[in-house]
């Protein structure tokens, strides 16, 4: 079954530092990727996506994320954290043939002043 | 622009009691989705819908039911309600047409509580 993991429940970052989220994905066929943030309170929105062409691929709110398929990763980034980046952010993946969204587990994010 | 449309967006059901939770969206996608979010266990899907008159069961269908008569609405029907069913149900929508890795647009949730 198509699936994403995601480790670490919870992130803790400096605001000013990097934050890096990981996702992998379970398939040989490569997948199409989505990560989504979450607000409290709030539905999901996204953030960005892959589906084809270049594998480096840049969001909304400086952040970007990069498909490796010899990893099987779709690893989010933001160069430097901010504190209205505290939320929950979910990587997930539909596959070809089928629009069936599944997510991972989540990251909650807590950025430190 | 209303997107996906939720309501209610809270309530509190005693065990046995039933209830649906209505989802509208306007930008005329295929695909909707029902998904319930239990804190730590992310996003697991209840069903979907490929288009109207055509449901799917997800991971988690067991004491649901829904029904797709129009492109624009899905509602979920919770038959006698269990305490395991507390949790915040979001509705979504994405997709036009053959759009494969079409993003899904969601909305604001419900916050369901049984007691």
């Known amino acids: 079954a198509q699936s994403v993991t995601q480790l670490g429940s919870h992130v803790s970052v400096s605001e000013g530092a990097l934050v890096l989220l990981r996702c992998n994905y379970s398939s040989s066929v490569p997948p199409y990727l989505f990560w989504y943030v979450q607000y409290p309170n709030q539905g999901l929105q996204l953030l960005l996506k892959?589906?084809?062409?270049?594998?480096l691929v840049k969001g909304i709110n400086g952040f970007e994320a990069e498909f490796k398929k010899s990893e099987t990763s779709f690893h989010l980034t933001k160069p430097s954290a901010h504190m209205s980046d505290a939320a929950e952010y979910f990587c997930a993946v539909t596959f070809y043939g089928n629009n069936r969204l599944a997510f991972g587990k989540g990251n909650q994010v807590v950025v430190i002043p | 622009n209303a997107g996906v449309t939720q309501t209610p967006k809270f309530r509190i059901l005693k065990i046995g009691q039933s209830m649906t939770l209505q989802c509208t969206q306007d930008m005329n996608h295929n695909y909707m989705y029902w998904y319930r979010q239990d804190p730590g266990m992310g996003l697991k899907l209840i069903y979907y819908?490929?288009?109207?008159?055509?449901?799917d069961k997800g991971e988690v269908p067991n004491g649901y039911n829904v029904s797709r008569s129009t492109t624009e609405d899905f509602p979920l029907r919770l038959e006698l309600a269990a305490p395991s069913q507390t949790s915040v149900y979001f509705c979504?929508?994405?997709?036009?047409?053959?759009?494969?890795?079409?993003?899904?647009?969601f909305g604001q949730g419900t916050r369901l509580t049984v007691v």
């Open positions: 819908s490929v288009g109207a008159g055509i449901t």
């Open positions: 892959y589906t084809t062409g270049a594998t």
């Open positions: 979504a929508s994405g997709g036009t047409g053959a759009t494969e890795g079409a993003e899904a647009f």
